[in-house]
């Protein structure tokens, strides 16, 4: 049967592959293309709260803010699943509220990462908190943010 | 003793390599036949050495030897000895021995069972083969030593990291690893095929196998890692677009393209340089996927070794192997003749979509992967998560299905377009029928893409089945038979995450003991929580009964987990199974007022999508067995009737 079909020579058969190679070469610009306007839209910025106050973000659109968790700051709802905390870079700092189950290790003067977006009243509503998944790993965004436990002092100048 | 012994077998392999490759050139370049005659038996030792090196490290993670840098580090002398035994793969070195072990056995098997290829392709494979494993040996004899000795040694380990205590887990990076190692092979053959000159339908009998093997593998990977995540973490989700998960995806989705294109090579012999430079593309992704795994580049849960050295080892690997694979197919890829054509209304022309569509599809992952990377370099912290993700692949995957409902009906090189729609009219049906139930009948507003889910998977449903229709079921080859059970698989988990993301309740409570909850038609009543001890960790237990109507169904028992060793709280929550979805319960942490936070999920028909996955899986080895078996007896009809190559006697 190969040789029933290779007999099929001419000027058709370039044809085809020039369709194909044409074909594919549209798939790839259009694919770059959509993934390029959807990062555009869809990425989430990440932010520190003071770079968060400095870039003046606008409410309701997604981001990631990271920062530790004030010391004294978690107040948890009479409901028992709302849990109000403020993050803080040690330059600024930012209420937020989460509704959920938190990570294990989410705690004061730890690390975390909330995502979500500010409200009107400038409280940042998490929909999801990214906490210290174990004792070795800590969100990457984190690294340059240190806290010392004897002085309460955070340290974001890494960043 | 035992980890120099291991050494020793290591660095006695990487000279084999060495010499494997050698001689290939010998034998293919200069046609030297004494070199022709060394060249599988070396393949097969050093596969042996190889895996030999492997069952050392297990013996001495199993032994606990505490005097083992490795060991150490990822044990502990308590520890289940299934977690030690897993324990040996748990981590950066032995998983890159591991890796290695594979592919040296793999290449050894290329050498003892591959019938299909000519000689000069066969040993060209082999030394491309050798190539490749050359550059692992040296990753691990020069930058991740698992034998590495502790002086003095420990007194006790440190403990595998509790998350990894988990017996899907223990066996879920085995499993991609030898996927990824097939489509290393595919690649060697692909490499070897080009320095020969001999990219044809034989070719792609040959890699096939390997490729159906690794695809089965990357599924029940990919499967049991998001079934583990979905369980273990208690978040309730079954995919999160994480760096290592898109690692493993990625892989997967070439592979599908290519054994795709390559059932059209070896059935038409047509898409010849297309095959080639996917099984070009499929190694690529899986050696992207273990660099962006393994050099902790990426922000992930499961990247463990954050080490540069071993990131740039690996990009310097890839440039090396992918680089060079290019390269060479740009240097041949004119002496690849084009194949037979075909009509635009043909089941080849299908294929091509799909390949087409699947390579989209990988490209999106890849930017989205890649993209923080690249803005981190221009100083810009960019997180790029499941709102990209899903925005650009679920539509894709959509029209991909539509492809699948339309494909395998139409006929090979031309069909007719009015017999081709008489033959989608079931189908068709079935998701206008779809489509009016949901609509109909869905208790709540439903968004566009999970609707289209349902009614693509009743669709695609319907035409899998189809190429059975008027067939003597006896009679039908048993890789058709796995290209239905596949395809209908694709059906049964797109309907499960359709059905998961359009109708799971979720509730969020404060429970104090004696409280019950609604969800779903089901009670869920909080008796109360105590303390409970487990072999290496402590935890605190709800005890949840579950009631439907006045009927306990069952008492759930999610626990709030502390491992001491290293310290880490874990939670383990519980899923009830019912036919129709599956209750998923998660215990929080202690409130005031002896109140317990409590997660209560009702996912319907949640469990679909691994299910689906399975039958995939599943049709993949029946086309696996079934294509072998075929090879084999064609194989032993050729050698009676005398003939020199038994493809071409059938050809």
């Given at each position: 049967m190969v040789a029933v079909t290779s007999n099929r020579a001419g000027p058709k058969r370039k044809h085809q592959r020039l369709i194909l190679v044409g074909l594919a070469l549209a798939a790839m610009i259009g694919g770059v293309l959509l993934a390029m306007s959807a990062l555009r839209s869809q990425a989430a910025y990440f932010y520190t709260p003071a770079e968060a106050l400095a870039a003046k973000v606008e409410p309701g659109r997604a981001i990631r803010l990271g920062g530790m968790v004030e010391a004294g700051s978690i107040k948890r709802h009479a409901n028992g699943t709302t849990v109000d905390f403020r993050l803080t870079d040690g330059k600024a700092t930012v209420p937020a509220s989460f509704t959920g189950i938190t990570p294990d290790l989410f705690a004061e003067n730890s690390g975390a990462v909330a995502e979500g977006a500010f409200g009107e009243d400038g409280v940042f509503r998490a929909t999801n908190i990214l906490a210290k998944h174990d004792e070795r790993y800590m969100p990457r965004e984190m690294e340059g943010i240190k806290y010392d436990p004897q002085t309460h002092q955070v340290d974001a100048s890494g960043q | 003793?035992?980890?120099?012994?291991?050494?020793?077998?290591?660095?006695?392999?990487?000279?084999?390599?060495?010499?494997?490759?050698?001689?290939?050139?010998?034998?293919?370049?200069?046609?030297?036949?004494?070199?022709?005659?060394?060249?599988?038996?070396?393949?097969?030792?050093?596969?042996?050495?190889?895996?030999?090196?492997?069952?050392?490290?297990?013996?001495?993670?199993?032994?606990?030897?505490?005097?083992?840098?490795?060991?150490?580090?990822?044990?502990?002398?308590?520890?289940?000895?299934?977690?030690?035994?897993?324990?040996?793969?748990?981590?950066?070195?032995?998983?890159?021995?591991?890796?290695?072990?594979?592919?040296?056995?793999?290449?050894?098997?290329?050498?003892?069972?591959?019938?299909?290829?000519?000689?000069?392709?066969?040993?060209?494979?082999?030394?491309?083969?050798?190539?490749?494993?050359?550059?692992?040996?040296?990753?691990?004899?020069?930058?991740?030593?698992?034998?590495?000795?502790?002086?003095?040694?420990?007194?006790?380990?440190?403990?595998?990291?509790?998350?990894?205590?988990?017996?899907?887990?223990?066996?879920?990076?085995?499993?991609?690893?030898?996927?990824?190692?097939?489509?290393?092979?595919?690649?060697?053959?692909?490499?070897?095929?080009?320095?020969?000159?001999?990219?044809?339908?034989?070719?792609?009998?040959?890699?096939?196998?390997?490729?159906?093997?690794?695809?089965?593998?990357?599924?029940?990977?990919?499967?049991?890692?998001?079934?583990?995540?979905?369980y273990e973490l208690g978040w309730g989700g079954w995919w999160f677009w994480d760096p290592v998960e898109n690692a493993s995806l990625m892989p997967w989705l070439a592979a599908t393209a290519l054994l795709h294109s390559a059932s059209?090579?070896?059935?038409?012999?047509?898409?010849?340089?297309?095959?080639?430079?996917?099984?070009?593309?499929?190694?690529?992704?899986?050696?992207?996927?273990?660099?962006?795994?393994?050099?902790?580049?990426?922000?992930?849960?499961?990247?463990?070794?954050?080490?540069?050295?071993?990131?740039?080892?690996?990009?310097?690997?890839?440039?090396?192997?992918?680089?060079?694979?290019?390269?060479?197919?740009?240097?041949?890829?004119?002496?690849?003749?084009?194949?037979?054509?075909?009509?635009?209304?043909?089941?080849?022309?299908?294929?091509?979509?799909?390949?087409?569509?699947?390579?989209?599809?990988?490209?999106?992952?890849?930017?989205?992967?890649?993209?923080?990377?690249?803005?981190?370099?221009?100083?810009?912290?960019?997180?790029?998560?499941?709102?990209?993700?899903?925005?650009?692949?679920?539509?894709?995957?959509?029209?991909?299905?539509?492809?699948?409902?339309?494909?395998?009906?139409?006929?090979?090189?031309?069909?007719?377009?009015?017999?081709?729609?008489?033959?989608?009219?079931?189908?068709?049906?079935?998701?206008?029928?779809?489509?009016?139930?949901?609509?109909?009948?869905?208790?709540?507003?439903?968004?566009?893409?999970?609707?289209?889910?349902?009614?693509?998977?009743?669709?695609?449903?319907?035409?899998?089945?189809?190429?059975?229709?008027?067939?003597?079921?006896?009679?039908?080859?048993?890789?058709?038979?796995?290209m239905v059970i596949a395809h209908l698989g694709c059906a049964v988990s797109l309907a499960g995450m359709a059905s998961e993301s359009a109708f799971s309740s979720e509730r969020l409570a404060a429970a104090a003991p004696g409280d019950s909850f609604e969800i779903a038609g089901y009670t869920v009543t909080m008796e109360g929580v105590r303390p409970y001890a487990g072999p290496n960790w402590t935890a605190m237990e709800a005890q949840l009964v579950v009631r439907r109507g006045a009927k306990v169904i069952g008492t759930a028992r999610p626990q709030a987990r502390y491992f001491t060793d290293p310290p880490t709280p874990t939670n383990e929550s519980i899923q009830l199974t019912r036919w129709n979805g599956q209750l998923y319960l998660v215990l929080g942490e202690a409130l005031e007022n002896g109140r317990w936070q409590l997660r209560i999920w009702w996912k319907p028909f949640v469990t679909l999508i691994w299910g689906g996955a399975g039958l995939i899986a599943l049709g993949g080895a029946l086309a696996l067995v079934g294509r072998v078996r075929r090879e084999r007896k064609q194989a032993r009809l050729a050698r009676a009737s005398g003939a020199e190559h038994p493809q071409e006697a059938l050809a």
């Open positions: - | 003793m035992i980890a120099e012994a291991g050494l020793a077998a290591l660095w006695l392999a990487a000279t084999l390599a060495g010499l494997q490759l050698l001689l290939a050139w010998l034998a293919v370049a200069r046609g030297n036949a004494d070199a022709a005659r060394f060249i599988r038996p070396l393949a097969v030792a050093q596969g042996v050495l190889a895996g030999l090196a492997m069952a050392l490290l297990i013996v001495l993670f199993l032994i606990s030897d505490m005097s083992v840098y490795l060991v150490a580090a990822n044990s502990h002398s308590l520890k289940p000895f299934i977690y030690k035994f897993a324990g040996a793969w748990g981590n950066h070195e032995g998983s890159m021995l591991l890796w290695v072990a594979v592919m040296s056995l793999a290449g050894g098997a290329v050498a003892l069972f591959e019938r299909s290829l000519d000689r000069a392709t066969h040993f060209a494979t082999l030394g491309a083969q050798a190539a490749i494993s050359l550059g692992f040996y040296a990753f691990l004899l020069f930058a991740s030593n698992p034998f590495q000795r502790l002086n003095p040694p420990a007194v006790e380990g440190q403990g595998l990291n509790p998350l990894l205590q988990d017996p899907g887990l223990a066996f879920h990076p085995p499993t991609l690893y030898f996927g990824y190692v097939g489509l290393s092979v595919a690649f060697s053959f692909a490499v070897g095929a080009l320095l020969t000159r001999q990219v044809d339908a034989r070719f792609a009998r040959a890699i096939r196998p390997w490729v159906l093997g690794a695809w089965v593998l990357l599924t029940i990977g990919i499967a049991a890692g998001s079934y583990w995540a979905y059209v090579l070896a059935a038409r012999d047509a898409l010849r340089a297309w095959t080639v430079m996917l099984a070009v593309v499929a190694f690529a992704m899986s050696m992207i996927g273990t660099f962006l795994v393994r050099s902790g580049i990426l922000t992930s849960v499961h990247a463990f070794a954050v080490d540069p050295t071993r990131g740039s080892f690996i990009l310097i690997l890839l440039g090396l192997y992918i680089g060079g694979a290019l390269a060479l197919f740009a240097m041949r890829v004119h002496t690849v003749n084009e194949g037979a054509r075909f009509d635009p209304l043909s089941r080849e022309a299908l294929l091509v979509v799909n390949n087409l569509l699947l390579c989209v599809i990988l490209g999106l992952v890849l930017i989205g992967t890649l993209y923080p990377l690249l803005t981190e370099m221009l100083g810009q912290s960019v997180s790029v998560g499941p709102p990209y993700f899903n925005a650009v692949i679920g539509p894709i995957t959509l029209v991909l299905m539509t492809a699948l409902v339309v494909g395998p009906l139409l006929r090979w090189r031309r069909d007719e377009s009015g017999a081709a729609l008489r033959r989608s009219a079931p189908a068709i049906g079935a998701a206008l029928v779809t489509l009016i139930a949901v609509l109909l009948f869905a208790d709540r507003p439903i968004g566009w893409l999970p609707l289209l889910g349902l009614v693509m998977a009743a669709a695609v449903a319907v035409a899998s089945v189809a190429p059975l229709w008027k067939r003597n079921l006896r009679r039908t080859p048993m890789f058709t038979y796995g």
